[in-house]
């Protein structure tokens, strides 16, 4: 069994920027981050295989978010520059422990999620 805990969500304005972390209990493989703003489906974020050495992006955040991870303290991070209001969204850590490349489809575990809200 698999549990997550996000945390690092805020209020930033846009152009600003914000870290979340999540934390693992448990041994995981693939994981990603996923989030879902008000009245919308939750959508892929970004994406990072077991080792940390290749990771995957959803093209509305390339180039402006970073996804990593530090095994010895099982734990991944999403840093995220040059945010934009329509990042406002409840971002979800996700973890499976089979899949051992980035995840772009959720794995099993999902954490509680964090709150970003970007203002204009």
């Known amino acids: 069994q698999v549990q997550l805990v996000e945390s690092g969500g805020g209020l930033v304005q846009a152009g600003g920027s914000l870290r979340l972390s999540c934390a693992a209990s448990?041994?995981?493989?693939?994981m990603g981050w996923f989030r879902q703003a008000p009245g919308k489906e939750r959508e892929f974020v970004a994406g990072i295989n077991w080792s940390g050495g290749s990771t995957t992006y959803a093209d509305s955040v390339k180039g402006r978010f970073s996804i990593s991870r530090d095994n010895a303290k099982n734990m991944v991070f999403l840093q995220m520059n040059s945010l934009k209001p329509e990042d406002t969204a409840v971002y979800y850590c996700?973890?499976?422990?089979?899949?051992?490349?980035?995840?772009?489809?959720?794995?099993?575990?999902w954490g509680q999620g964090t709150q970003v809200t970007v203002s204009s």
């Open positions: 996700n973890a499976d422990t089979r899949t051992l490349q980035p995840l772009r489809v959720p794995g099993d575990y």
């Open positions: 448990g041994r995981t493989f693939g």
